[in-house]
């Protein structure tokens, strides 16, 4: 029998873990100068927790009202310049006493960044693992980036914990980064690895793939063969959702247990574009590119109770895959699929769900206007030993309402028995 929508959102919330311990360095003694700030943290990076996807990158870090100033990665020993006239490859903007903050606490830059008083732009992936080498953590539990090489070409990953592995799978248009949280929450009971999917972020982006569920599970299980992973929890939002049900029904031998976060699932109601989406092309990706103010006005309203750095900081993730012709095919082909997929039949998606395996906890936002609330009940009737968690936020609970998102899907990963 299901269980109550709300039994699980009355658990208590999960206490903060840091990342890592903290490797021993000399105290920090601030002194006002925004240099002698910037300088100590540019003392602390360390270049392997890099995966040399921007090796010869231009950071520039702002003090508001103060200066700015360029770092180039590929240079050693760091050091700061005068910020040029060129575009960065990723800025990282804040006042000075959150920059000093960061420099004397470890863990500062992942919060400040978190809290929003950290702004990063253009490009997240870079900013926030330039954080992490500056964070002065050590051992295998700290957060690191890597290219990792699989049979369906070379994916992106963040990866922060140890225990268990779980695996986080972004939705469409997101990155790995959309998952950031979630990774940092987890780490201190998991081992957390949140990928860039085929044909976004920094991932593989192969012009013929049909970019459907079965494509995706398939580079799922070719990156848990590259890391030598057995068995994962599978966490996906979104696109992600549908694409973890898909591992879980193809090959439930490979999966521990399966969380949908407001997951896309096949429309049950009449779609009457169909005929006319079935003849769009993908393709038409490689000419054509949709203005930016378009997406920014759809992650407004996909996110109402977020912030505006995170809507910011979103656009700019989804536009580095999105403006080159490769990304945006894979975007249209993955809405595309999204659209068309059968609800009913004998290979029909309502009907497979039934079969599945794996526990299942599904987190929807009652305010979800991509995901309506209603999908639940199909679930519930389709899938009665899922367990649910309704929430008043959106379409991404992760970072809409993180504390009772996290704190249940631990809950929910720990009570695992198998």
Same mark, same amino acid.
């Given at each position: 029998? $299901?269980?109550?929508?709300?039994?699980?959102?009355?658990?208590?919330?999960? /206490?903060?873990?840091?990342?890592?311990?903290?490797?021993?360095?000399?105290?920090?003694?601030?002194?006002?100068?925004?240099?002698?700030?910037?300088?100590?943290?540019? &003392?602390?990076? /360390?270049?392997?927790?890099?995966?040399?996807?921007?090796?010869?990158?231009?950071?520039? *870090?702002?003090?508001?009202?103060?200066?700015?100033?360029?770092?180039?990665?590929?240079? @050693?020993?760091?050091?700061?310049?005068?910020?040029?006239?060129?575009?960065?490859?990723?800025?990282?903007?804040?006042?000075?006493?959150?920059? #000093?903050?960061?420099?004397?606490? *470890?863990?500062?830059?992942? /919060? $400040?960044?978190?809290?929003?008083?950290?702004?990063?732009?253009?490009?997240?992936?870079?900013?926030?693992?330039?954080?992490?080498? #500056?964070?002065?953590?050590?051992?295998?539990?700290?957060?690191?980036?890597?290219?990792?090489?699989?049979?369906?070409?070379?994916? &992106?990953?963040? $990866?922060?914990?140890?225990?268990?592995? !779980?695996?986080?799978?972004?939705?469409?248009?997101?990155?790995?980064?959309?998952?950031?949280?979630?990774? +940092?929450?987890?780490?201190?009971?998991?081992?957390?690895?949140? *990928?860039?999917?085929?044909?976004?972020?920094?991932? !593989?982006?192969?012009?013929?793939?049909?970019?459907?569920?079965?494509?995706? =599970?398939?580079?799922?299980?070719?990156?848990? /063969?590259?890391?030598?992973?057995?068995?994962?929890?599978?966490?996906?939002?979104?696109?992600?959702?549908?694409? =973890?049900?898909?591992?879980?029904?193809?090959?439930?031998?490979?999966?521990?247990?399966?969380?949908?976060?407001?997951?896309?699932?096949?429309?049950?109601?009449?779609?009457?574009?169909?005929?006319? !989406?079935?003849?769009?092309?993908?393709?038409?990706?490689?000419?054509? =590119?949709?203005?930016?103010?378009?997406?920014? &006005?759809?992650?407004?309203?996909?996110?109402?109770?977020? =912030?505006?750095?995170? %809507?910011?900081?979103? %656009?700019?993730?989804?536009?580095?895959?999105?403006?080159?012709?490769?990304?945006? +095919?894979?975007?249209?082909?993955?809405?595309?699929?999204?659209?068309?997929?059968?609800?009913?039949?004998?290979?029909?998606?309502?009907?497979?769900?039934?079969?599945?395996?794996?526990?299942?906890?599904?987190?929807?936002?009652?305010?979800?206007?991509?995901?309506?609330?209603?999908?639940?009940?199909?679930?519930?009737?389709?899938?009665?030993?899922?367990?649910?968690?309704?929430?008043?936020?959106?379409?991404?609970?992760?970072?809409? @309402?993180?504390?009772?998102?996290?704190? $249940?899907?631990?809950?929910?990963?720990?009570?695992?028995?198998?």
């Amino acid at each position: 029998m $299901a269980r109550p929508a709300n039994d699980m959102e009355a658990m208590p919330l999960a /206490d903060e873990v840091p990342l890592l311990p903290a490797r021993a360095e000399a105290a920090f003694e601030p002194t006002g100068d925004p240099v002698h700030v910037l300088e100590h943290l540019l &003392s602390r990076f /360390d270049p392997s927790v890099l995966d040399g996807l921007h090796a010869k990158a231009r950071l520039r *870090l702002g003090v508001e009202g103060e200066g700015e100033w360029d770092v180039l990665l590929g240079r @050693r020993p760091l050091r700061l310049e005068s910020a040029g006239s060129g575009l960065p490859d990723a800025t990282l903007a804040a006042d000075r006493v959150t920059w #000093t903050r960061i420099a004397e606490d *470890l863990h500062g830059g992942m /919060d $400040a960044w978190r809290e929003g008083r950290l702004v990063v732009r253009r490009n997240l992936h870079l900013g926030v693992s330039f954080l992490a080498a #500056t964070s002065g953590m050590t051992g295998p539990e700290r957060l690191t980036f890597r290219m990792i090489p699989t049979a369906s070409g070379p994916i &992106s990953t963040l $990866a922060a914990g140890s225990g268990d592995p !779980v695996l986080l799978v972004h939705g469409l248009g997101a990155t790995k980064v959309s998952f950031l949280t979630t990774a +940092v929450a987890l780490a201190g009971s998991f081992r957390t690895i949140s *990928l860039d999917l085929p044909g976004f972020g920094d991932s !593989v982006k192969p012009v013929l793939a049909p970019y459907h569920p079965p494509f995706f =599970a398939r580079a799922i299980v070719d990156l848990m /063969d590259a890391l030598n992973i057995e068995r994962a929890h599978v966490i996906g939002n979104s696109m992600g959702g549908r694409i =973890a049900l898909e591992l879980g029904l193809r090959h439930p031998d490979r999966v521990r247990d399966l969380v949908l976060v407001a997951p896309s699932l096949a429309w049950k109601r009449e779609r009457p574009w169909a005929p006319l !989406v079935r003849l769009f092309r993908p393709e038409i990706g490689f000419l054509q =590119a949709t203005p930016r103010w378009v997406f920014e &006005s759809v992650l407004h309203r996909l996110i109402p109770a977020a =912030a505006d750095t995170w %809507v910011r900081a979103g %656009v700019d993730e989804f536009l580095r895959a999105y403006t080159t012709p490769r990304g945006r +095919v894979a975007f249209y082909a993955s809405a595309r699929n999204i659209y068309l997929e059968e609800p009913h039949g004998a290979k029909g998606f309502w009907t497979r769900l039934a079969g599945m395996e794996p526990r299942c906890l599904f987190v929807w936002g009652e305010l979800d206007k991509l995901v309506p609330i209603g999908f639940a009940r199909h679930v519930e009737d389709t899938l009665p030993s899922s367990q649910h968690l309704r929430l008043d936020c959106g379409h991404v609970p992760q970072l809409e @309402r993180p504390e009772v998102t996290h704190a $249940a899907i631990e809950s929910f990963l720990r009570s695992s028995h198998r």
